[in-house]
């Protein structure tokens, strides 16, 4: 068979039967829609808004919201679509590969580890910045070589170990008792989001939203674009509710609990995102976010939430609520790390079933009916990133592998619609294929909206998916006969050819986009000496740090040897399979 066969409809049907090699089910509709909340409220939401506000959009971060959850809302009706109609644990992947065939699936299923296990690692690594702030409160002060890796000054980051082994063994225990756990941690952050809103409220200062949409200052930097690049980063907020695809195999009534699963967490999340974002760049200037990363955003936030004193300092009338903030984040960062361990698991129990990836990943505990070896596997993995790589993996990657994801969503739903019109389907997602083709637009311009160096990261990460697929996965495949007897192989390869080109492009377009920022900062900053204005200081050390970053530029050289190397590699598979075939 070649590399574009599709899995049959009954097929895969026949997988959600229940028996003691399947998953156990064990969610109704509102775990479903615990579990979607539980990964989407998290990280995105109180470390990413202040940043994106300060340096993208200004007070209309409320619009990059609405913008990012209608591409959210299209790809999430689709989604309802596929996981009533195909209940299988596999989420965008098993869609993928009933309506568009393996090479596509092999494609989306390595794009999900992007998003659920590197999502994971970095999720725990912020966790223990968190739970250090927490303690700190309490004057209890862990060893600094405990609490970060090598390449963050420490010797191993055992805080976050702790919390991925924590999330795997309760994954391991149970579903439902995962789920129970969650369900707690949703009610909590919720409270503390609400609370933060309905007490914020009566301290919003209208002057902080003039301008609503500041001036433009280049590519990304308000404005229109700024608006565009915010909403792209800002997704990663959303990421989360395509999670609860991937436990289908585990609800109890499929059909119709999967659809208000994702469609109810997705629209809970974006009312209360779009409140928070407003409170928060009103009761102070957005501007006050700059230079502001994980919890002091919100932090700034509370502290304006008070009385200012005649030397314009404030005080702030809720204290304890900041505490309260970094105690919904610990909770908050522990349900998304449980929620993407989870999906990650599932994503491999379905790639495994079919051969692409080894057999220890579909292997199910014959007591507690699940994934438990997969979950083994990837606690070990996850724990080794989240002890001693360093923290510099930016939502940003996250984000547009998501995007991607949603994208072949929304044209497998148009695919399908094509082929087998007449398959029963408990929800149908309304005006296909007009949803759907909004759904691509809106989710391609977001991610064309990412900085450059984001889609470098995004092509290696596929690069060395096609390394796996093409030397391993084309050849177990249950449904294949081979790596170089398969149909189709000669354009797998070519596209591997041309993924190494795309690297070449875009390290190319991201070293340009830093020289043109570098001329917009020298600009500003000679504008600024000739007016003797009081940002000098601050223009000239933006400027260097710019400066720096082009001389200093490893990422452009790393992707440029890497796309070589495998370049060469990819052209010598491609005459290896032509002698054979």
């Known amino acids: ?111 999900l580890v992007l998003e659920y296990a590197v999502g994971a690692a970095t999720v725990s690594i912020s966790w223990s910045r968190y739970l250090h702030k927490f303690l700190e409160g309490f004057n209890i002060n862990l060893p600094e070589s405990l609490m970060a890796g090598p390449w963050d000054g420490g010797m191993i980051n055992l805080p976050a170990v702790l919390v991925v082994v924590l999330m795997s063994l309760l994954l391991i225990r149970g579903t439902k008792e995962s789920a129970t756990v969650n369900g707690v941690i949703v009610a909590l952050k919720v409270a503390v989001v609400l609370i933060f809103i309905v007490l914020g409220w009566g301290y919003i200062n209208y002057s902080n939203y003039d301008p609503y949409i500041p001036q433009n200052e280049g590519n990304g930097v308000f404005g229109f674009s700024g608006i565009m690049r915010a909403a792209g980063i800002v997704f990663f907020a959303y990421i989360g509710f395509d999670a609860v695809s991937t436990a289908a195999q585990e609800a109890k009534n499929p059909g119709k609990d999967m659809p208000k699963g994702i469609l109810i967490s997705l629209l809970i999340c974006t009312l209360l995102y779009i409140l928070f974002a407003h409170v928060m760049t009103g009761v102070t200037s957005y501007k006050s976010f700059q230079g502001k990363d994980g919890i002091a955003p919100v932090a700034v936030a509370i502290e304006h939430m008070g009385k200012q004193d005649a030397s314009g300092v404030y005080h702030a009338d809720y204290p304890w609520l900041n505490r309260a903030i970094i105690i919904a984040i610990l909770g908050g960062y522990m349900s998304v790390i449980l929620v993407m361990l989870m999906g990650q698991s599932r994503v491999f129990y379905s790639m ?62 148009m695919v399908m619609r094509k082929q087998i019109p007449d398959a029963p389907r408990a929800f149908r997602t309304p005006l296909v294929p007009l949803v759907p083709i909004l759904g691509v637009i809106t989710c391609l311009y977001m991610m064309i909206a990412l900085p450059p160096d984001t889609w470098i990261r995004l092509f290696v990460w596929m690069i060395i998916g096609f390394d796996i697929y093409l030397t391993y996965g084309a050849a177990k495949s249950k449904l294949g006969n081979g790596t170089f007897k398969r149909q189709g192989m000669g354009i797998a390869i070519i596209s591997a050819i041309v993924l190494c080109l795309l690297l070449f492009v875009s390290a190319w377009w991201h070293h340009y986009d830093l020289q043109q920022q570098l001329a917009i900062a020298t600009e500003k900053l000679a504008t600024a000496k000739a007016q003797a204005l009081p940002t000098i200081a601050e223009l000239e050390t933006k400027a260097a740090e710019i400066s720096d970053t082009v001389q200093n530029d490893y990422l452009v050289e790393i992707a440029n040897v890497l796309g070589a190397i495998h370049l060469i590699f990819f052209t010598g598979l491609y005459f290896v399979r032509k002698r054979k075939a």
């Open 352 to 413: 495994s079933r079919d051969g692409l990836v080894p057999k220890v990943f579909s292997s199910v505990h014959p007591k507690y009916r699940t994934p438990a070896k997969n979950n083994l596997v990837f606690m070990l993995l996850v724990s080794i990133f989240a002890a001693f790589i360093p923290a510099r993996i930016v939502g940003e990657m996250t984000s547009i592998g998501t995007l991607f994801a949603f994208i072949l969503v929304c044209i497998g739903i």
């Open 1 to 111: 068979m070649g590399l574009f066969v599709k899995k049959p409809l009954n097929v895969l049907l026949a997988e959600t039967e229940d028996h003691d090699k399947s998953l156990k089910k064990t969610l109704g509709a509102w775990g479903l829609v615990a579990l979607g909340i539980g990964a989407i409220i998290g990280a995105g939401l109180f470390s990413i808004t202040g940043g994106a506000a300060a340096n993208n959009a200004g007070p209309a971060i409320t619009i990059s919201f609405i913008i990012a959850a209608l591409g959210c809302a299209f790809a999430g009706l689709c989604y309802a679509e596929f996981a009533s109609m195909i209940p299988v644990a596999g989420s965008a992947y098993t869609y993928s590969y009933a309506t568009m065939g393996e090479f596509i699936a092999w494609i989306i299923g390595w794009d």
